[in-house]
């Protein structure tokens, strides 16, 4: 448990610094925008009213002023220079000793500089008679920017930190219901398969978490269930031919004379044949759970077909291949031949006197089938006969029942190739066995 509460804080920690990471860099630039763009628009606030003070002075020396009728009218912070063009000296008509160091500058672009240790901004115009620069300080703008500059500084930090308080905690109770659903989960073993996780009814993501696990447990009881009924019938079916073979050992060994060597070598032929095709379809059946099945050769359906219909299909019993057409898949031709072959051998077991056998192609599929004219298969039987070691009442002998892993290993065979299979009522008025398999390059 305290492995799983330190990778729970673990997440959470990683969440909290990639948030905060964002929230940083997120505040940090829009700090130094929001600074930057204060002090551009403070300076162009200047920079706009020098221009218009400018052009009011240019204006009154056009028509005449002296130049010491406006100087009075000068705050400390301006500064006022005249530059005249006849000698290259300048004539200072302003409120500050050293407006001489007023910077050269082109009509129209404002310049920033630094006067008596105070920063101004200048702007100037060309007159017929010389030049006309008008300063003003910018000390206001800075202190105002700088004031902001360190308000940000304390807020923004002040800001992230409250934000990875509450991205933790955020964190830590969204995460609380998916460590709720992880411990429910956890205690569940093998002895509690019908337990399942809460469903809170919120309909959120968790909802569908806890939902999704639910279905999970659900696959995970059936297989085990299935596991479990499985190994009970492996385990009797092949005990079975094991205790016939002793008991026919042991009968032997007490009477020499009952039992002839003929006998006993039928019945231990008999009975490891049945033991070797039972563990072959096992092996097979194990093939395909694990979805081993990789060949995707083409495959002539109506070839395997043909292949059974030769074969004998009992005393008595006749096989119809008039239903064989051209069809054509893509998989694994040994194990579509199973298929094929397992499907005549259950209806020669079940048959009176006809079997038939159909392929064909109907849009974009390709059906296999076997007809029989026995007693059928009732409805309410036609999907368990595919489960493993299930044999019908009328067909529970050994002799006619088979191993019950037919059905089974044709079911696999064709869930493996993409298709499907399933019985129906034949109109021989026996059972229908259907495989659908997706044609070749559909």
Do not use: C, K
Request: aromatic share 2%; hydrophobic share 50%; charged share 25%.
């Amino acid at each position: 448990m305290a492995a799983e509460r330190r990778a729970s804080r673990r997440i959470r920690t990683r969440i909290t610094l990639v948030a905060t990471a964002v929230v940083t860099l997120v505040l940090g630039l829009g700090a130094w925008g929001i600074v930057s763009l204060l002090a551009q628009n403070l300076t162009s606030g200047v920079a706009t009213r020098l221009e218009s003070e400018l052009a009011s002075i240019a204006d009154g020396l056009d028509g005449g002023l002296v130049p010491a009728a406006w100087i009075a009218e000068r705050d400390d912070d301006s500064l006022i220079a005249w530059r005249t063009t006849a000698a290259g000296d300048t004539t200072v008509v302003v409120n500050a000793d050293d407006a001489l160091a007023l910077p050269e500058t082109a009509e129209g672009n404002p310049v920033r500089t630094v006067i008596d240790g105070e920063p101004y901004l200048v702007v100037g115009e060309a007159l017929d008679e010389g030049t006309l620069l008008l300063g003003a300080s910018l000390a206001d703008v800075d202190a105002a920017v700088a004031e902001t500059g360190t308000l940000l500084a304390l807020a923004v930090p002040i800001a992230i930190g409250l934000v990875g308080l509450v991205v933790w905690m955020v964190a830590a109770r969204a995460l609380a219901p998916v460590d709720r659903i992880r411990r429910q989960v956890d205690a569940i073993d093998a002895d509690a398969l019908d337990q399942r996780v809460a469903v809170r009814g919120t309909g959120d993501e968790v909802d569908l978490l806890a939902a999704t696990m639910n279905r999970m447990l659900s696959r995970i009881e059936q297989s085990y269930a299935a596991q479990q009924r499985f190994a009970g019938d492996a385990s009797h079916e092949l005990r079975s031919p094991l205790a016939t073979m002793r008991q026919y050992a042991e009968l032997a060994e007490a009477h020499p004379g009952a039992t002839s060597t003929a006998e006993i070598a039928d019945v231990v032929r008999d009975e490891g044949s049945r033991m070797q095709g039972t563990l072959e379809g096992l092996l097979l059946l194990a093939r395909l759970d694990e979805r081993s099945v990789r060949a995707s050769d083409p495959v002539d359906l109506a070839e395997l077909a043909r292949v059974q219909v030769a074969r004998p299909a009992g005393e008595g019993v006749v096989v119809d291949p008039r239903g064989i057409e051209p069809a054509r898949v893509a998989g694994d031709a040994r194990l579509l031949r199973r298929a094929v072959e397992n499907l005549v051998e259950n209806a020669r077991r079940h048959a009176r006197e006809r079997i038939a056998i159909g392929v064909r192609a109907v849009d974009g599929t390709a059906l296999v089938w076997v007809d029989d004219d026995g007693v059928g298969i009732p409805v309410a039987a036609r999907e368990r006969v595919f489960d493993r070691f299930v044999r019908l009442d009328d067909a529970r002998s050994r002799d006619a029942g088979g191993s019950g892993l037919g059905l089974a290993i044709v079911r696999e065979i064709a869930r493996a190739h993409g298709g499907s299979v399933r019985v129906d009522a034949a109109p021989l008025g026996g059972a229908r066995i259907v495989i659908e398999l997706p044609v070749a390059g559909s």
